[in-house]
Nanobody
Framework: QIQLVQSGGGLVQAGDSLRLSCAAS????????LTWFRQPPGKEREFVAG????????YYEDSVKGRFTISRDNAKNTLYLQMDRLKPEDTAMYYC?????????????????WGQGTQVTVSS
């Protein structure tokens, strides 16, 4: 099991930027795919972005393409989500997650570990 500890987030205005971090404990961080999910108020948790273990391939939910960038630093055991040009509809609790595969699914199944969540609020 890998423990995921998130940081970043907060209250910003539309058009601003934020960076979320997700620090992992334990070994073998670089072997696993990683993702970011979010849960808007009153809605279900949804996929935001993912990054593979091999080749660091990235993939995104359509509404964040071109605005969000997922990355990982395996030397620091840390996952990042750079969020630019934020919109009010990006307001949500954001979660990082680890699966046991090279590429993680966009669904909620198949995940071994979750971060504690961090709130992002974007005002208009």
């Amino acid at each position: 099991q890998i423990q995921l500890v998130q940081s970043g987030g907060g209250l910003v205005q539309a058009g601003d930027s934020l960076r979320l971090s997700c620090a992992a404990s334990g070994r073998s961080f670089s072997r696993y795919g990683l993702t970011w999910f979010r849960q808007p108020p009153g809605k279900e948790r949804e996929f935001v972005a993912g990054i593979s273990a091999i080749n660091l391939n990235t993939y995104y939910e359509d509404s964040v393409k071109g605005r969000f960038t997922i990355s990982r630093d395996n030397a620091k055991n840390t996952l990042y989500l750079q969020m630019d040009r934020l919109k009010p509809e990006d307001t949500a609790m954001y979660y990082c997650a680890r699966c046991s595969a090279n590429i993680c699914p966009r669904t909620l199944t198949g995940y071994n570990d979750w971060g504690q969540g961090t709130q992002v609020t974007v005002s208009s």
